[in-house]
């Protein structure tokens, strides 16, 4: 029932309850990760026994490595970060290049393309991987049969990451930015041109300054999924395994609450880059 | 000034190449050829080493093998039954964002709803790992509670993994629900209980009607990413989980059988795209309009 009509106390309180627990259902997990990171125990279990920061900056001596002495944890980090940055990149400015080639452009085949634009979105992730994993090294073998060129790149590692999870959060840049370029008034560009400005002036200073929010908002969803995404990568990686990788592996072995740590650390790290793009004055998009 | 009329038209076809160019690209040497490479792959056999014919043999390992069908048709009832499930749950939230809640706090709400979902699902999945093993805070506190004498083990049941897809799935089905739903008038509402319609029915005739645009997208979005999900059941379902995708990956990197992967990633694609196909034929709506809307 809807707030304009009589609703029974009965309902009242059910929907209160069920909302409570859903919000509990939904913050149980994460709460749980943060709490045990500071817990003074070599795992992350019950009982609570005390306060610790051993697992941010415990080293050696202390007999636990926290987040802060953890090489392979700090250097998948930024292994993740360097993938994240490329694929934002390439992200946003193919993303761009599209979103004018389909609001703009006229030319055949427009509406298949826009239609195939969309695949990538409803393809499982694990797929992408492995297609583009057998593809990349069918083209590796052949470069090394026919001209016996050593193809590394195409072979498991970081820049078949980045292509993997590049095929599909491009599409959703694409989206992100043709459905700001879709409201875009015309006349502004008429008038700027009527006045005797050229059309790189037009875009410079009219038409990319109006996309801006779009740009930043698909750039930060962009980061955001690059740095979570785990099905395409794992399929794709090679011997410097990014964040989410390195975290599965200790997962499945029980690990120390240094995970806990770094748990916390991309909590903290999303949190501030939700409420940058808030403070602009957007909704958090979907995926 | 003829001239300058084709050299017009010659920057403006330059441009537009320009503009194909990248997408031409990457939907040709990301999607299309590695697609077709897939394909191919699947309906090879190899016969000795390095020598190959084409053969349905991978297909058909799948239907004389057990154990592949088993877990096909097994992860594909899990992710309707979790896809079922997380519009269950999703519903009554989205409903109070969108009718009950008002101005800032349906907004507020919205806001605190999509906050996990910036959390990446590896940091969500440890939380439940933490929460549900025997050793866990869940466990723990059921012996606490004198409910059960000693710690049960919480992990690795399919309702553990049917608890993590859908607290993964909740956000691509409250947001869409939430925008079909805030589009449906009130007065229409009011006068069905002016007419003495009662909850159920005005349920039934009115709001499902109207948001099925949006249960739809929720519902295709959610099935396809729980049947393509890997993290949360081979996580918290452990060697049970018998997951479909984690079939795919034994095959293609630890068996290196890459013949055999490619066809049971072809069967997994075909599953996802009938039902993405049946959703829409169903509700009778455009591929196109679903994505936006999710």
Redesign the interface.
């Known amino acids: 029932m809807i707030a304009t009509l009589p609703r029974p106390a009965w309902l009242r309180a059910a929907t209160t309850l069920y909302v409570a627990a859903f919000l509990i259902f939904l913050f149980l997990p994460l709460v749980t990760v943060a709490v045990f990171a500071f817990n003074n125990a070599p795992y992350p279990a019950p009982p609570w026994r005390g306060f610790t920061l051993d697992w941010f900056l415990g080293n050696e001596t202390s007999g636990r490595v926290g987040l802060f002495r953890d090489a392979e944890l700090l250097g998948s980090i930024w292994t993740s970060t360097i993938v994240a940055v490329w694929v934002t990149a390439l992200s946003v400015v193919v993303g761009t290049a599209n979103a004018f080639l389909m609001e703009r452009a006229q030319f055949p085949g427009k509406s298949a393309l826009s239609l195939l634009m969309l695949t990538p979105l409803v393809i499982p992730g694990v797929i992408l991987g492995i297609s583009i994993l057998a593809f990349a090294s069918r083209v590796a073998d052949l470069c090394g049969d026919l001209f016996g060129i050593e193809a590394d790149f195409l072979r498991p590692g970081l820049p078949l990451v980045v292509a993997g999870q590049f095929s599909y959060i491009v599409a959703i840049s694409t989206l992100t930015i043709s459905a700001r370029l879709k409201r875009f008034d015309h006349t502004l560009e008429d008038a700027a041109l009527n006045l005797g400005a050229s059309h790189a002036a037009v875009l410079r200073t009219i038409t990319l300054p109006y996309l801006r929010p779009a740009l930043i908002g698909s750039a930060a969803i962009a980061f955001l999924m690059s740095f979570e995404n785990f099905n395409t990568t794992l399929m794709l990686v090679g011997s410097d395994p990014p964040l989410t990788i390195m975290m599965y592996g200790r997962m499945r072995e029980g690990a120390t609450p240094v995970l806990n740590a770094v748990s916390l650390f991309l909590m903290v790290a999303s949190a501030l880059i939700a409420l940058v793009l808030i403070r602009r004055g957007r909704r958090p998009e979907s995926g | 000034m003829p001239d300058a009329a084709v050299s017009a038209a010659t920057t403006r076809r330059l441009?537009?190449a320009?503009?194909?160019a990248?997408?031409l690209l990457?939907?040709l040497l990301?999607?299309i050829?590695?697609?077709l490479?897939?394909a191919l792959?699947s309906f090879r056999e190899r016969v000795a080493p390095r020598q190959y014919v084409t053969s349905l043999a991978q297909y058909r390992t799948f239907f004389s093998e057990p154990l592949y069908w088993h877990v096909f048709v097994r992860t594909a009832l899990l992710a309707a039954l979790a896809t079922a499930l997380t519009l269950l749950?999703a519903f009554?939230?989205a409903w109070?964002i969108a009718?009950?809640a008002?101005g800032r706090m349906s907004a507020l709400?919205?806001?605190?709803?999509?906050?996990?979902f910036?959390?990446?699902?590896?940091?969500?999945?440890?939380?439940?790992?933490?929460?549900l093993?025997e050793?866990?805070?869940l466990p723990?506190l059921l012996v606490h509670l004198r409910l059960t004498a000693q710690p049960v083990e919480l992990l690795y049941h399919d309702a553990t993994i049917l608890v993590g897809l859908v607290?993964t799935s909740?956000?691509?089905m409250v947001?869409p629900l939430v925008g079909s739903l805030e589009s449906l008038d009130?007065s229409l509402?009011?006068a069905a209980?002016d007419l003495g319609a009662k909850?159920w029915s005005i349920l039934r005739e009115i709001v499902i009607p109207h948001a099925a645009p949006g249960i739809t997208a929720g519902c295709i979005v959610v099935f396809?990413l729980t049947?393509?999900?890997?993290?949360t059941p081979t996580?918290l379902g452990g060697k049970n989980s018998l997951w479909f995708?984690e079939q795919?990956?034994t095959q293609?990197?630890t068996r290196f059988n890459?013949e055999q992967?490619?066809a049971l990633?072809f069967l997994?694609?075909a599953l996802?795209?009938v039902m993405?196909w049946l959703g829409l034929k169903v509700s009778g709506q455009r591929?196109?309009d679903v994505?936006?809307r999710?």
């Open positions: 441009l537009l320009l503009l194909l990248p997408a990457w939907l990301l999607i050829l590695p697609h490479d897939l792959l749950v009554p939230i109070t009718k009950l008002r709400l919205l806001l605190v709803c999509l906050i996990p910036w959390v990446s699902e590896t940091v969500r999945t440890l939380g439940w790992m933490i929460l093993r050793s866990g805070v723990a607290y909740l956000l691509f947001v009130n509402i009011e209980y909850g396809m049947l393509g999900n890997y993290l996580l995708t795919i990956y293609f990197i890459w992967g490619a990633g997994l694609l996802s795209t993405v591929f196109a994505m936006r999710a």
